[in-house]
Structure formats: C-alpha cells, structure tokens
C-alpha cells in the first residue's frame, strides 16, 4: 500500500507542527498512554525511559523525512521487526500501539488533527507495522 501524496503532506505538515513540541513530552505522553491502556507492556521497556524517548523520536524523525521512500527501507523495518520479537514483542502489541499513537497526535495536534490526518497517520502505521509484523515471522 502507497501512501498518497495527499498523504505524505498531510504526515509531514502535522510532524512539523509538533516539532515546536518537546520530543520527550511527545514521548512520554505516548509511553504513559501506552502503558496505562496495557499495564502488561510496561515489562518490555526499561526503567529508566529516557533512552527510549529518544529512540521513539528519532525514528519518527527519520521515517517521516523519508515518507516517500518506504518501499527502500522495507527490509530495515522488516529487520526491526525481526529484533523486536528478542524484546518480547507480539503481533498483537501493535495494535495497541497504534492506538497510543494516534491518540498522543491528537491530543498534541488539537485543532491541527482532522479524519484526514488521522488516516493519513493510520496508513502509514499500517504499512510499517505490517512489515515489521512480516519481519517477525522470518
């Protein structure tokens, strides 16, 4: 699945908007959804999460700035799949994840979200996340 170039403006307008935003209260407020939707997932991460904020944060970055490149980075996020199943990772953790995400856009974005936005952002995770899920089964 392509995302359109509707689309991939529509990602990238609304990553800009919370660039202006701390990237570890973005973080944080993702985490703390996370975690208090699926307290079981807590167990997964570190204590100390400000490493993970980071991580989180870096990688939005860089799939962002590379939106229009997905398909070349197939197999990198194929491989990320494949070593998060050594953290304890299941399929059906990225659901809940997509959740907590778009939740924490939307409360960060406010009147910036619109449906649009939102399954602009649904798209994306979708694509990831489905190959990731097919980097776990190799």
Not at 28 to 41: I, K, Q, S, T
Not at 117 to 129: F, H, K, M, S, V
Request: charged content about 25%.
């Amino acid at each position: 699945m392509q995302l359109t170039t509707e689309q991939v403006r529509l990602i990238r307008e609304t990553w800009e908007i919370l660039r202006g935003v701390n990237p570890y209260l973005v973080a944080d407020v993702f985490y703390r959804r996370l975690f208090m939707e699926h307290p079981g997932l807590r167990r997964l991460f570190p204590d100390e999460m400000d490493q993970q904020y980071g991580k989180l944060m870096d990688m939005l970055n860089m799939l962002v700035e590379r939106l229009d490149q997905l398909d070349d980075l197939a197999d990198d996020i194929a491989d990320l799949g494949r070593r998060h199943v050594h953290y304890g990772v299941k399929p059906e953790y990225y659901n809940a994840v997509a959740r907590a995400l778009l939740w924490t856009l939307e409360q960060a974005l406010e009147d910036s979200w619109s449906r649009e936005a939102e399954q602009a952002w649904t798209d994306c995770y979708l694509q990831l996340a489905g190959q990731m899920q097919a980097g776990m089964s190799h």
